[in-house]
């Protein structure tokens, strides 16, 4: 056997054991999910499906924690990784689980910084692989400190965080004939993806008019290599402003949900692209109750590799607890 043959056979009895025990010790289900887009940073907010989780040993951190109020686009994309999600495919209507689920293995307070979330989630490299193959990912977020910092006439908060993911390929062995005829796809043990990202930002609030705001400014490091995802080291600048609520609506509440209208602006640059994003969404999210949970709204997007580009972002959950 060779050499790359018996790592990446380790690679695939690694994670088939980690699979494993995480099924037993959640007795649910796993299902893929999207990935998270190139550049984004990692989503890594405090789980709000069904209220508070009492049984997160970060539960007496979260409550109360600054961190809490920052980073409404982390906490959306949260939101929906920890809920049954109802994707689309070309070829599927998927509906899985949740697939973000706590896993603590670094001490909640290290003294120059404060845990707050440690996580696994399980998906696919592309959401066209629902139900074939997975991925694994582990990430953690941290506060720097253990207060805020006076820059610039603002209080501003420190934070950091990592994650660390292997993805499997696949092999497209035969394609559909017709419309009729689904795409076959095998999972490729001789070969996979690797990624790994780490981030250090600053946020503060802030007032545009009486147009209460979120910034955040950072710098990240995202290395992937792999068949399905090259090869390349991306060192970005990025600025984010968070607008919780507009319009006059209801106010972001205290688990760091935007109200029904909500907007963002971002810009990025790297070794590897630039670009920005704008966006406003309608969003109806429920930490209570059963129903649907929905956002949805325009965004305007410009990368110098793909263009500017106008998109409507959807995210569907049902909530049945």
Not at 136 to 162: C, H, K, M, P, V
Not at 166 to 184: F, K, Q, W
Not at 188 to 196: E, I, L, V
Request: net charge negative.
């Amino acid at each position: 056997m060779t050499a790359p043959a018996a790592v990446n056979q380790l690679k695939a009895s690694f994670t088939t054991l980690l699979l494993g025990g995480c099924a037993l010790v959640s007795n649910t289900a796993f299902a893929e999910d999207n990935p998270q887009e190139s550049g984004a940073s990692p989503d890594t907010i405090p789980p709000l499906q069904g209220g508070y989780d009492d049984t997160s040993p970060y539960n007496n951190i979260l409550r109360d924690h600054r961190s809490r109020t920052h980073n409404m686009e982390d906490n959306v994309n949260d939101y929906f990784q920890r809920k049954p999600k109802v994707r689309v495919t070309r070829e599927s209507l998927f509906i899985g689980p949740a697939t973000r689920y706590d896993i603590p293995l670094l001490p909640v307070d290290a003294g120059f910084m404060t845990v707050t979330r440690q996580y696994i989630e399980l998906k696919p490299l592309r959401k066209e692989w629902y139900g074939h193959v997975s991925g694994i990912e582990y990430g953690f977020r941290a506060d720097l400190g253990q207060g805020s910092y006076s820059l610039g006439n603002a209080d501003w908060n420190f934070s950091t965080g990592a994650t660390l993911g292997y993805y499997d390929s696949l092999r497209h062995d035969e394609d559909g004939e017709d419309d009729y005829v689904p795409t076959r796809y095998t999972r490729d043990k001789s070969q996979g993806n690797n990624r790994a990202f780490v981030f250090v930002e600053g946020q503060s609030d802030l007032y545009i008019g009486n147009l209460a705001a979120n910034v955040i400014i950072g710098t990240s490091f995202n290395r992937v290599s792999g068949p399905d995802i090259g090869h390349a080291n991306d060192a970005r600048l990025y600025t984010r402003l968070e607008f919780p609520s507009l319009f006059g609506g209801d106010h972001q509440s205290h688990s760091g949900l935007p109200g029904k209208f909500s907007g963002m602006v971002s810009a990025y640059g790297g070794t590897e692209s630039y670009g920005a994003r704008l966006g406003i969404y309608f969003n109806d999210l429920k930490e209570e109750g059963k129903g649907i949970n929905y956002s949805f709204g325009p965004e305007i997007r410009y990368d110098n590799e793909n263009g500017a580009s106008v998109r409507l972002r959807v995210r569907i959950a049902p909530k049945f607890w």
